[in-house]
């Protein structure tokens, strides 16, 4: 006959627990020490998943808003500049990725790194007697997005903080809030062509400080820093010791009265991340190649820094192999011409972009120096209606079909961001309903005070 004991042990602060033996045919059977509770599912999202937040999807996602059904669509909000078709990437790009695939050389897994052949062509394209480049200053990502999480997550830890521009790419705050990283905003300086406000920054270091971030040429400004700023600003990273995550996605996307200065060049101990890639220069966003550059001149990042680099590399297999295989070809063969045309056409169409919003009334555009993008600002005491830039670009969505992203995404209220890789006719287009717009809302100070005097 079987038989069954439970024996229910528990004393002082702990809770009972049952200890289950089954006795069958004389045979004992311990079960173990089960909780006197029933089992019930219980699921819940992690808390980095619930930290994790993009400024730009809330906002853009909250705009319920339709279009005017009378009027085409023209978006100049997303920073793809692929979207309309009038920017491909040149053909010795795409037929550089043919030969690779068609090799069978590069279907399998790579080091997390990189190939090491594709390492050392970064390094080779990069390096220079000012900031040189070996390999293994090299760390191959997924994407310019990958290798910013990368750097962020080897420099700093929970509880610590990182000083981020504002108006800035909204990537940053999003990836850092999601590892329990504190932000601390920077201002930029419209009225300086968004130069740092190298006060403000400075104020901000503390002992809990992990590293600064660059961006330049700047999304969402399209600014670019001269020589002496850059200095500047390794001035103040050398005085209180942080070292620079530089965003240079944009490098060497500048116009032509510019120069671009890659802060490395500059640095004589500041030690420096750059992060960089393929996707805006040579118009391939979608094929996830990104890089980080380690410039480490007086070994202050040591080895524990590059050791960090790769254990956090392992928890990826590393970028597209078919990419990687590439990417020596794509970086000697595209020729020059290619590079100058795209300037070209973006240089064009910030021009017209720039002259025709500074003629409209109650707009303030900055005029960009590169990358892709401009900033204007709308002097709101004009148009009263409007609570913020949000409800004025919803306004111009629902009456003007023209959608540019309101720049509250970007951590700076009162202005909004163009994109400029949109065709010439589309930009005129758009710049004409905007100049409709304005004119159809704006109010001059004696109407704007009878607005208010009215709510």
Same mark, same amino acid.
């Given at each position: 006959m079987d038989s069954y004991l439970i024996q229910v042990n528990g004393h002082g602060d702990h809770a009972p627990m049952l200890d289950v033996n089954l006795k069958t045919n004389g045979d004992s059977i311990l079960l173990g020490k089960a909780?006197?509770?029933?089992?019930?599912?219980?699921?819940?999202? /992690?808390?980095?998943?619930?930290?994790?937040?993009?400024?730009?999807?809330?906002?853009?996602?909250?705009?319920?808003?339709?279009?005017?059904?009378?009027? $085409?669509?023209?978006?100049?909000?997303?920073?793809?500049?692929?979207?309309?078709?009038?920017?491909?990437?040149?053909?010795?790009?795409?037929?550089?990725?043919?030969?690779?695939?068609?090799?069978?050389?590069?279907?399998?897994?790579?080091? /997390?790194?990189?190939? #090491?052949?594709?390492?050392? $062509?970064?390094?080779?394209?990069? /390096?220079?007697?000012?900031?040189?480049?070996?390999?293994?200053?090299?760390?191959?990502?997924?994407?310019?997005? #990958?290798?910013?999480?990368? $750097?962020?997550?080897?420099?700093?830890?929970?509880?610590?903080?990182?000083?981020?521009?504002?108006?800035?790419? /909204?990537?940053?705050?999003?990836?850092?809030?999601?590892?329990?990283?504190?932000?601390?905003?920077?201002?930029?300086?419209?009225?300086?062509?968004?130069?740092?406000d190298l006060k403000h920054l400075e104020s901000l270091v503390d002992e809990k400080t992990a590293c600064l971030i660059v961006n330049n040429p700047s999304n969402p400004c399209g600014s670019v820093f001269s020589k002496s700023h850059l200095q500047?600003?390794?001035?103040?990273?050398?005085?209180?010791?942080?070292?620079?995550?530089?965003?240079?996605?944009?490098?060497?996307?500048?116009?032509?009265?510019?120069?671009?200065?890659?802060?490395?060049t500059l640095s004589t101990n500041v030690p420096i991340l750059s992060c960089g890639g393929l996707a805006k220069r040579w118009l391939v966003p979608g094929w996830r190649m990104?890089?980080?550059?380690?410039?480490?001149?007086?070994?202050?990042?040591?080895?524990?820094?590059?050791?960090?680099?790769?254990?956090?590399?392992?928890?990826?297999?590393?970028?597209?192999?078919?990419? #990687?295989?590439?990417?020596?070809?794509?970086l000697h063969r595209t020729p020059p011409e290619f590079y100058h045309n795209t300037l070209s056409i973006l240089k064009s169409n910030a021009d017209l972009c720039y002259a025709a919003l500074s003629a409209i009334p109650g707009l303030q555009p900055v005029r960009p120096a590169g990358a892709m993008y401009l900033m204007v600002e709308i002097e709101m005491e004009h148009f009263p209606e409007f609570e913020n830039d949000v409800e004025f670009t919803e306004r111009l969505i629902s009456e003007q079909s023209v959608f540019c992203l309101p720049a509250t995404c970007f951590e700076y209220p009162n202005f909004f961001r163009v994109v400029i890789t949109v065709p010439e006719e589309m930009i005129l287009e758009a710049c004409s309903r905007i100049q409709e717009f304005c004119e159809m809302h704006y109010q001059g100070a004696e109407g704007a005070q009878d607005l208010e005097c009215d709510k």
């Open positions: 909780k006197g509770r029933k089992p019930r599912w219980s699921v819940r999202a /992690s808390e980095m998943s619930k930290k994790t937040f993009n400024p730009v999807r809330a906002i853009v996602d909250s705009m319920k808003v339709e279009p005017n059904p009378k009027k $085409a669509m023209i978006s100049l909000s997303l920073g793809d500049p692929t979207v309309f078709g009038n920017l491909p990437t040149n053909d010795e790009v795409t037929r550089a990725v043919k030969e690779v695939l068609d090799s069978g050389r590069y279907n399998g897994y790579a080091p /997390s790194v990189g190939y #090491q052949s594709c390492r050392e $062509a970064v390094a080779a394209y990069y /390096s220079c007697a000012e900031a040189p480049l070996q390999a293994q200053d090299v760390i191959l990502t997924s994407g310019c997005s #990958q290798a910013i999480e990368l $750097a962020l997550a080897v420099l700093a830890n929970p509880g610590q903080n990182i000083l981020v521009p504002r108006p800035g790419f /909204s990537l940053y705050k999003t990836l850092a809030l999601s590892m329990g990283i504190e932000v601390k905003l920077y201002n930029l300086l419209p009225e300086k062509a968004w130069e740092i500047k600003i390794l001035a103040v990273a050398s005085r209180q010791c942080v070292p620079i995550l530089a965003d240079e996605i944009y490098g060497d996307m500048v116009f032509a009265d510019c120069k671009y200065e890659p802060i490395a990104g890089w980080i550059l380690i410039h480490d001149r007086r070994d202050i990042f040591g080895n524990e820094i590059r050791d960090g680099l790769l254990r956090l590399s392992q928890r990826i297999l590393g970028p597209c192999t078919i990419v #990687q295989g590439a990417l020596e070809r794509i």
